[in-house]
Antibody, heavy 123, light 108 residues
Framework: QLQLQESGPGLVKPSETLSLTCTAS??????????WGWIRQPPGKGLEWIGS???????FYNPSLKSRVTVSVDTSKNQFSLKLSSVTAADTAVYYC???????????????WGRGTLVTVSS | SSELTQDPAVSVALGQTVRITCQGD??????ASWYQQKSGQAPVLVIY???NRPSGIPDRFSGSSSGDTASLTITGAQAEDEADYYC???????????FGGGTKVTVL
């Protein structure tokens, strides 16, 4: 059964780049019908979609974050990654990776989530 | 980009029925999905598409939609259903996703 696990620094300095990796185990991320996405949740607040990447490497991002976000995939390592540049305290959040089913035109959904990792932006 | 609006909180007596709503322009074109998030845990998908439940989700969870509003209904709420519930959908700008602000469900 496929599982996802986020990894990366738990503390990032303001103005630097946040980098996280999501590693899949128990299955391959190469299956063509799925995209792979990142969602974050500031402490005590709601969920915010960051961006996703599909099987062909096409990316789609939250317009409010697009200028700072890069999502990439490395199928050879069964991983996908998030980079968020020029971070501020407002980027402090739990970051989740998730499998993103974008195969249906009328409905996209995140059907498998990692446990999440807390990233704090502070000097 | 569009927004999805949810009531911040709702309560339900044990064994009774509760409906959680999600309103937004994108729901006129796309289905909502619903996620349950218990305290300190990652979200879990409970409803997707017209009214589909992933494997392992109890059939007391159901979804519906009308116009710009999607609903998640819990019929016969159990103590373990106490959680935050979020909706999401494709955004009207097509290749984007928007989440609702979440509804905290308390089971009395």
């Amino acid at each position: 059964q496929l599982q996802l696990q986020e990894s990366g620094p738990g503390l990032v300095k303001p103005s630097e780049t946040l980098s996280l990796t999501c590693t899949a185990s128990g299955g391959s991320i190469s299956r063509s019908s799925y995209s792979w996405g990142w969602i974050r949740q500031p402490p005590g607040k709601g969920l915010e979609w960051i961006g996703s990447i599909n099987y062909s490497g096409s990316t789609f991002y939250n317009p409010s974050l697009k200028s700072r976000v890069t999502v990439s995939v490395d199928t050879s390592k069964n991983q996908f990654s998030l980079k968020l540049s020029s971070v501020t305290a407002a980027d402090t959040a739990v970051y989740y990776c998730a499998r993103h089913d974008t195969s249906g035109y009328l409905n996209w959904y995140f059907d498998l989530w990692g446990r999440g990792t807390l990233v704090t932006v502070s000097s | 980009s569009s927004e999805l609006t949810q009531d911040p909180a709702v309560s339900v007596a044990l064994g009774q029925t509760v409906r959680i709503t999600c309103q937004g322009d994108s729901l006129r074109n796309y289905y909502a999905s619903w996620y349950q998030q218990k305290s300190g845990q990652a979200p879990v998908l409970v409803i997707y598409g017209k009214d589909n439940r992933p494997s392992g989700i109890p059939d007391r969870f159901s979804g519906s939609s009308s116009g710009d509003t999607a609903s998640l209904t819990i019929t016969g709420a159990q103590a373990e259903d106490e959680a935050d519930y979020y909706c999401d959908s494709r955004d009207t700008s097509a290749n984007s996703v928007v989440f609702g602000g979440g509804t905290k469900v308390t089971v009395l």
